[in-house]
């Protein structure tokens, strides 16, 4: 590939609308692939701009790194991913996706009634967890994402 099809890191950051470092990072970590000019310089194919959309879109629905790393890692690396390596990745993360639109929306619906009522109805309410035997459900709001008292093993 001639050196005038390769990106430097900040036109790479430009267009990605990131940070320099954030794509140096991301090279350090192999999640995109540079190769490097006489000087030692990073350049990047234009397909890491793709890469880095991609990543940043993963980090916005709460993947981690490690997760988003797994996943590039299923892409081929000697060549742009086309639209069906692609396909794959999106059926792979779908399940999972819907599964946390399904929480969201589920939370979305018991905070519309929930936070700041007032109504301290115990009873009933999806954030009252005495003396934090939700804790045994495993980590995080358990009753507001789903899991009731009576989930609770004796």
Known sequence: MPDSDL???????????????????????????????????????????????????????????????????????RRTPTHDDWNKVASMWRPRLDEQIARLRALRDQLDACIGCGCLSL???????????????GDGPRYLLGDSASDVID
């Open 7 to 77: 990106l430097t890191v900040g036109q790479v950051a430009d267009r990605c609308g990131i940070a320099a470092s954030a794509v140096r990072y991301y090279d350090e970590r192999q999640l995109i692939r540079s190769v490097r000019t006489d000087g030692g310089q990073r350049r990047f194919a234009r397909d890491t701009i793709r890469r880095i959309a991609f990543i940043t879109a993963a980090q916005a629905v709460g993947r981690s790194l490690a997760e988003i790393t797994e996943t590039l890692e299923t892409l081929p690396a």
């Open 123 to 137: 009873e009933r309410c999806a954030m009252y967890n005495p003396s934090d035997i939700a804790a045994e459900l």
